[in-house]
């Protein structure tokens, strides 16, 4: 695009901010809008973007302790406690990531070391995972040379989680067949319906079979910052390693995302390298992020958690999960209530799934209209899904500025447009 083109010569500051503002910052979903209940929305908090800058500025290198030992502390505190937050007990390392796909990787690969799975035996090597285990972990499977893999789709019971008997059967039938069950994949808010596995038991399941034991928490891990949610969560602690996305229920602008192991050392001993010219570091008396991560080096990631944290306080960031737990029982309740609105399962957390089927209509094509309408008026976004082969309206409730009004909001457009589709089959019938 000609406005995006690189200049020969130097061009004023102020059209560079122009070029932004005209064709990258009005277009496109705005994440932290109150108003938007697509995806798993992103809070963006200023003083996440604030530290950013206090990061960019000082440019301090916080891949190894001995350059950046207050970089590299602070990053290790938080990493703590997010461990303590989940229960993990002090052995527990973990690192920060770009995001949720390379934690995913990461947690991945240390399975991987940890489990000792051979090249040679990955076609014998079972990995148990259900239809909405998210993509990224096939995508780092395959990345992490694990592709070949026998993989068992675990299927969903009638509240969209894992069902465990099945679970169980596939592990004991895949071990009588000579088989080599190695990594049961579970979630802690699935992106397609926010349902939560039940974690206790496949942790009983995965110590029974002596099978590593990874769950996807980016989305729902962070309501364990709150009661509530934490014992929705309960059994998250007995997992080997977890994955959490602060850039979701902590609030922060997009890339960033944590991977904790339950035994740090397994971390460790998957990414642990040193080159001779790093020798004069080899003492360093801080814990060194390169030593958890494929990352050398890295930006200051661990600002833009902390900082937020510090300026409001966790009490604050818990306060507000536990909002959105609620208004996603009260959307749920509300919903039901509009004429042709069939549910989903009740929220685990605080996405809640629904279709519109009013009357002897196809509920897929009655659906489609009721989310086309939806974006036409425009007031509030929503997003969709296929589950079960079937078509899907989600509203996922996680923006810290949503509150009660802007749920209401939605119930609104939701009945309007709905009461619209109604009136127009009605017509079109008489």
């Known amino acids: 695009m000609a406005a995006f083109a690189i200049p020969e010569f130097p061009e004023p500051f102020e059209d560079a901010l122009r070029t932004l503002d005209e064709y990258v910052d009005w277009i496109g979903h705005n994440l932290g809008s109150s108003r938007f209940f697509a995806y798993i929305p ?27 030992p207050g970089a590299t502390r602070l990053e290790h505190t938080m990493l703590r406690w997010l461990a303590s937050v989940v229960g993990y007990p002090a052995s527990a390392e973990g690192d920060l990531t770009s995001g949720g796909s ?24 079972v990995v148990y995972l259900t239809a909405h285990t998210h993509h990224t972990f096939r995508k780092a499977l395959h990345v992490a040379g694990l592709s070949e893999c026998e993989i068992r789709e675990v299927p969903l019971d009638a509240n969209m989680r894992m069902n465990c008997a099945v679970l169980r059967e596939h592990l004991r039938e895949d071990q009588n067949a000579g088989l080599r069950p190695w990594l049961i994949a579970a979630s802690a808010g699935t992106t397609d319906a926010g349902a939560v596995d039940p974690l206790n038991e496949i942790a009983d399941i995965a110590s029974e079979f002596d099978v590593w034991m990874h769950v996807d928490a980016a989305y729902g891990g962070a309501f364990a910052l709150c009661d509530e949610g934490r014992r929705r969560l309960e059994g998250i602690e007995r997992s080997d390693s977890l994955i959490l996305d602060p850039h979701k229920g902590f609030f922060l602008p997009g890339g960033i995302g944590v991977v904790l192991v339950r035994d740090g050392q397994k971390l460790f001993d998957a990414y642990h390298a040193r080159g001779a010219y790093m020798q004069d570091v080899a003492g360093d008396t801080e814990r060194s992020p390169c030593d958890y991560s494929a990352e050398l080096t890295r930006p200051f990631r ?30 749920y309740e509300g919903c039901g209530k509009i004429p042709g609105i069939e549910l989903g399962p009740s929220p685990d957390l605080s996405v809640v799934t629904f279709r519109f089927c009013p009357g002897s209509a196809d509920a897929d ?45 939605a119930l609104q ?12 089959q009605n017509t079109h019938q008489v």
Request: hydrophobic share 50%; charged share 20%; net charge positive.
């Open 102 to 125: 390379m934690a995913t990787l990461s947690a991945i690969v240390a399975a991987r070391e940890a489990r000792n799975v051979k090249r040679t035996e990955i076609t014998s090597s």
């Open 302 to 331: 661990a600002l833009r958690f902390w900082l937020p944290f510090k300026v409001h306080g966790s009490r604050a960031f818990a306060a507000a999960l536990e909002e959105k737990l609620i208004l996603a029982q009260y959307f």
């Open 413 to 424: 457009v939701i009945n309007e447009c709905t009461a619209a589709i109604r009136r127009a």
């Open 42 to 68: 992103s809070g963006g908090l200023y003083e996440a973007a604030l530290a950013d800058y206090l990061a960019a500025v000082s440019n301090r290198y916080s891949g190894v302790g001995a350059a950046a």
């Open 365 to 409: 094509t009655a659906s489609r209209a009721l989310i086309d309408a939806i974006h036409r008026d425009g007031r509030v976004f929503m997003t969709t899904t296929t589950i079960a082969g079937r078509f899907t309206i989600r509203m996922a409730i996680l923006t810290y500025r949503t509150h009660v009004e802007e749920v209401d909001l």
